[in-house]
């Protein structure tokens, strides 16, 4: 059975001279004390909307971080 699992995205910088945003993503699961944080940069326009930007900084972090949860 898999729990659910939340997810904030606690810091977020658009680095302009670089072109990307850079984030940390928490995700919240039951079993674990403190949030996973989980450092990411996703290359993307400024202007990206705020749903594309969401879900892309979420998968990147799923992708380094949190495969086993």
Known sequence: MHHAIATRI?????????????????????GLAMPLRVPVRVEANERIC?????????????????GGL
């Not at 977020?12 to 072109?19: E, G, K, M, T, W």
């Not at 705020?50 to 949190?66: C, D, N």
């Open 10 to 30: 606690a810091l977020l910088i658009y680095n302009a001279a670089q072109r990307r945003f850079e984030a940390v993503v928490e995700f919240f699961t039951p």
């Open 50 to 66: 705020h749903s594309q930007l969401t879900r892309a900084l979420t998968r990147e972090a799923q992708r380094r971080g949190i």
